[in-house]
């Protein structure tokens, strides 16, 4: 027997509720939003601008079944095109601070490595990271979404993850979903 779909997942030609759909979804965006933004806040503003432009197409967007997928192309979409508009280099610390903070535990600390780790990124090499290992993401989906070569994917996968090991090596200790929780 196959389980009953979300509430907001119907079968093409089926109408589906936004706000449904956004009541289901809006966490999980918010989250890979975080990790693209490296902010809350923006995190927030990008997934809210993004359900708009959902919002704007959901006649055509509801008959296909595809409504989370769309959400999330014009959610990366719009970071894209932020960081291509943005050419103001961003600078981050050398380093981590010598002394750690002591009220958090470990897995804060972690959150706040990867996060600058991911920052040190170039924008591309973030976009891949993210999509491949947070939105668990093949290459080939990941080269549709960013609109890139699937051996594009492959060499800034490569060269973030290089990237990653050479700034951050005491993220080696923690899984992603440590990491990431």
Do not use: C, N
């Amino acid at each position: 027997m196959a389980p009953e779909p979300l509430s907001w997942e119907r079968q093409p030609g089926e109408p589906v509720d936004f706000d449904a759909f956004v009541h289901a979804r809006t966490p999980s965006l918010i989250r890979a939003a975080y990790l693209l933004t490296g902010d809350q806040h923006l995190a927030e503003d990008l997934v809210q601008t993004a359900l708009a432009r959902t919002h704007l197409h959901w006649k055509k967007i509801e008959h296909h079944g595809g409504a989370d997928a769309y959400a999330r192309k014009v959610m990366y979409h719009l970071q894209v095109s932020k960081w291509r508009r943005r050419r103001v280099a961003e600078v981050m610390p050398a380093r981590v601070p010598d002394h750690p903070v002591r009220s958090h535990d470990e897995r804060s600390v972690a959150r706040l490595a990867l996060r600058q780790a991911l920052m040190r990124l170039t924008t591309r090499q973030r976009a891949v990271l993210v999509l491949r290992y947070f939105e668990d993401m093949t290459e080939a989906e990941t080269a549709r979404m960013l609109e890139i070569s699937v051996g594009t994917v492959k060499s800034q996968a490569a060269k973030a993850l290089a990237k990653l090991r050479e700034t951050a090596p005491e993220l080696a200790a923690f899984t992603a979903e440590e990491a990431t929780r």
